[in-house]
């Protein structure tokens, strides 16, 4: 088999890198240091709480410390959907209540515009478009389940949703035998990598320290060590998601 296809190459981290090209690496942590408060991971998570920690309290000394570079983990791979789908919304509600699965989806709603508001304000250039997510079903049995779906979204309490037949659909996109849809506003597309790329200049811009090439190879409290020095911090934050097994102590332990 050819190791290329449409462009993407194995080992070539993803289709978005292949497309806008790997980062220059930003350089590693040189020595012991200390922080505020030290950011294990340079995705999505760690960056935006990077972000936000230091948009509040502009005053805190705040450490990135990213094993390769930022965005190298699902960050950088992803389908590029900016939605706002919640996994395990039920199951939310039963443990929470319904008022606050409704608050829950209405902060999800409105993450979509926060994201697009931060990346014009910071000057990100990222592809977005918002034009929201469309459901479609392609076979009558399908088209019952998204009727059904789409009826439990607007008792849910989002109203803003919109059922359309074959024919509207077809005016929208056109996906071969398509006989119905489910339309929320909720939702844009973006280019991942150029959001985390930004990002990660972004948080830069704003005074954050940020070492690539660094692995942290263990937290203990208040410590994350890596082979070029220690950083000490009264807060250590780990934002390893799916990598965080490799870290010492923490091996079976995938998720946060
Ligand atoms: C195939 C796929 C498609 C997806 N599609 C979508 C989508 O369309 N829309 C959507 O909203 N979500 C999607 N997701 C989910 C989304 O991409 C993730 O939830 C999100 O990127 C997680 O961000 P993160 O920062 O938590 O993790 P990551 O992006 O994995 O970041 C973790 C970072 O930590 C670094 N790291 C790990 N261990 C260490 C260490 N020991 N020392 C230093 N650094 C370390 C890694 O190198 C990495 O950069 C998708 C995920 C996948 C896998």
Request: hydrophobic content about 40%; charged content about 25%; overall charge neutral.
């Amino acid at each position: 088999m050819s190791s290329s296809t449409s462009g993407v190459v194995n080992g070539g981290v993803s289709f978005w890198y292949a497309d806008d090209g790997l980062p220059a690496v930003r350089e590693p942590l040189a020595g012991d240091a200390s922080a505020d408060v030290v950011i294990v991971g340079g995705g999505y998570t760690g960056l935006w709480t990077a972000y936000y920690l230091k948009k509040a309290a502009p005053f805190l000394r705040i450490t990135v410390l990213e094993q390769k570079f930022c965005g190298y983990g699902a960050s950088g791979r992803n389908g590029g959907w900016l939605y706002n789908g919640i996994a395990g919304r039920d199951r939310y509600a039963r443990l929470h209540g319904h008022e606050a699965a409704v608050r829950l989806q209405r902060a999800m709603n409105d993450t979509v515009d926060e994201v697009i508001r931060v990346a014009e304000a910071e000057g990100v250039d990222a592809d977005i478009h918002k034009g929201g997510v469309l459901e479609v079903a392609c076979t009558p049995a399908q088209a019952a389940r998204l009727r059904a779906f789409h009826e439990a979204e607007l008792a849910f309490g989002e109203k803003d949703r919109e059922l359309y037949g074959a024919r509207e659909t077809a005016e929208r996109i056109r996906v071969a035998d398509a006989v119905g849809s489910s339309w929320t506003p909720h939702g844009a597309r973006v280019h991942p990598v150029k959001l985390v790329k930004g990002l990660a200049a972004a948080v830069e811009g704003l005074g954050v320290t940020v070492h690539e090439s660094t692995p942290v190879t263990e937290i203990r409290p208040r410590h994350a060590v890596t082979p070029y020095g220690t950083v000490r911090a009264p807060y250590v934050l780990r934002c390893t998601e799916g990598f965080t097994a490799s870290l010492k102590g923490r091996s079976g332990r995938g998720c946060p």
